[in-house]
T-cell receptor
Framework: DQQVKQNSPSLSVQEGRISILNCDYT??????FLWYKKYPAEGPTFLIS?????DKNEDGRFTVFLNKSAKHLSLHIVPSQPGDSAVYFC??????????????FGKGTKLSVKP | DAGVTQSPTHLIKTRGQQVTLRCSPK?????VSWYQQALGQGPQFIFQ???????QRGNFPDRFSGHQFPNYSSELNVNALLLGDSALYLC????????????????FGPGTRLTVL
């Protein structure tokens, strides 16, 4: 059973508009969440993270929102740029404050930003 | 500053063979984790090494084993290869030091593409 779910395999957005990528989780023990971006032939690149004690974290064009009661998080990219086209993975950890923990990943959402 | 490096880039093996994949962590990192990414899936945690010992392990059989060296580099060994072992194998490194609330996110290498025929 998947503990981290990204239900949209793909998303297409116009350049300059907002991209919203969604992620749901089932394990209430998860206390840290991360978003990674992956280009073909490269490893995942860390984008932004959020701990369970917060509900929002911003870094430039990227904002992550966490709704613990709904076990849902989302990544907002504003404005979207063609270079943002990649596969985005949501990941969760239940070991914050411990030994780094292993990351549980979703299946990813392929974002295409069209000029 | 070199990031996480992995070798080889690609590898083709036949069923029943054994394979060794290598990883050098990012400078300053002392923890190495290995992940398997099958086609169309997210990375799946195999195990993590710290201070030359396996610290955590995911749901993988004993055919998957690893090692960490004193310089923090690591190897992943897979014995008795199966067709289902064909995947991208990712190595990720991180620092064990905690800095307040800052979680030391894992940095990934480009991966090794293993094909089992």
């Amino acid at each position: 059973d998947q503990q981290v779910k990204q239900n949209s395999p793909s998303l297409s957005v116009q350049e300059g508009r907002i991209s919203i990528l969604n992620c749901d989780y089932t394990n209430s023990m998860f206390d840290y969440f991360l978003w990674y971006k992956k280009y073909p032939a490269e490893g995942p690149t860390f984008l932004i993270s959020i701990s369970s004690i917060k509900d929002k974290n911003e870094d430039g064009r990227f904002t992550v929102f966490l709704n613990k009661s709904a076990k849902h998080l989302s990544l907002h990219i504003v404005p979207s740029q063609p270079g943002d086209s990649a596969v985005y993975f949501c990941a969760a950890s239940a070991d914050y404050g411990g030994s780094q923990g292993n990351l549980i990943f979703g299946k990813g959402t392929k974002l295409s930003v069209k000029p | 500053d070199a990031g996480v490096t992995q070798s080889p880039t690609h590898l083709i093996k036949t069923r029943g063979q054994q394979v060794t994949l290598r990883c050098s962590p990012k400078s300053g990192h002392d923890t190495v984790s290995w992940y398997q990414q099958a086609l169309g899936q997210g990375p799946q945690f195999i195990f993590q090494y710290y201070e030359e010992e396996e610290r955590q392990r995911g749901n993988f059989p004993d055919r998957f084993s690893g090692h960490q060296f004193p310089n923090y580099s690591s190897e992943l060994n897979v014995n008795a290869l199966l067709l289902g072992d064909s995947a991208l194998y990712l190595c990720a490194s991180s620092s064990s030091g905690l800095a307040g609330e800052i979680y030391n996110e894992q940095f990934f290498g480009p991966g090794t593409r293993l094909t089992v025929l």
